[in-house]
């Protein structure tokens, strides 16, 4: 089956800095790419998304971008703000049969003041 | 439009006891998901229903059964609950089975065995 690592665990940045979080999966055949937020005591969800398809989305100060041939993806967000601060999780899916997606562990990104 | 709720929020129980989380989502979903959240796990996948009329384990099964009673509401349970089911537990839906596509999740049920 599908494997997700997500990189790193823990992220802190000062407000106004870059942060970037990396996943990478295991299946070739993986072709959507979501992101989900989950702020303290919430529900996850779903900031950008990409599927293979594409090599860059973005939407505002967060971008996605994706390798297919590294078989990785990457959250970028750009002047950070603590209204950013949450965990982060990236997950991989396929098309064809059930949608059931797998989830990276998620990172928790603190962003200081 | 409520999306995609849970019952109940909150929820404490001794070993050996059972209950059944609720979920319904009024979004005319075709699939429906129940997952655990642990710290430094992410989310876990336990079951999933593609289609109304079925259902088929996650990666976490072990110890939940769980009903898709209409297409609307996909309800877990703990037959006999143990310390290891602490965990929030997230219902979520997905508009389409067979085609990627978000997934829309409830706010959690937090349950502590004791």
């Known amino acids: 089956g599908e494997n997700v690592e997500q990189h790193p665990s823990t992220l802190s940045v000062q407000e106004g800095d870059s942060a970037v979080i990396k996943c990478t999966y295991s299946?070739?055949?993986?072709?959507?790419f979501p992101w989900y937020k989950q702020e303290l005591g919430k529900r996850p969800q779903l900031i950008i998304d990409i599927r293979s398809n594409v090599g860059e989305k973005k939407d505002q100060r967060i971008a996605v971008t994706l390798n297919k041939t590294a078989k990785h993806f990457s959250l970028h967000i750009t002047e950070t703000q603590p209204e950013d601060s949450a965990v982060y999780f990236c997950a991989a899916s396929k098309s064809g049969g059930s949608y059931i997606p797998t989830f990276g562990r998620g990172t928790s990104l603190i962003v200081h003041p | 439009n409520a999306g995609v709720t849970q019952t109940p929020k909150f929820q404490v129980l001794k070993t050996g006891q059972s209950m059944t989380l609720q979920c319904a989502q009024d979004?005319?979903?075709?699939?429906m998901y129940w997952y655990r959240q642990d710290p430094g796990m992410g989310l876990r996948l336990i079951y999933y229903?593609?289609?109304?009329?079925?259902?088929d384990k996650g990666e976490v099964p072990n110890g939940y059964n769980v009903s898709r009673l209409n297409k609307r509401e996909f309800s877990l349970r703990l037959e006999s609950a143990a310390p290891s089911q602490t965990s929030v537990y997230f219902c979520?839906?997905?508009?389409?089975?067979?085609?990627?596509?978000?997934?829309?999740f409830g706010p959690g049920t937090r349950l502590t065995v004791l």
């Open positions: 979004m005319n979903h075709n699939s």
């Open positions: 229903s593609a289609s109304e009329g079925t259902t």
């Open positions: 979520a839906s997905s508009p389409t089975s067979g085609y990627t596509d978000t997934q829309y």
């Open positions: 299946d070739s055949a993986s072709n959507y």
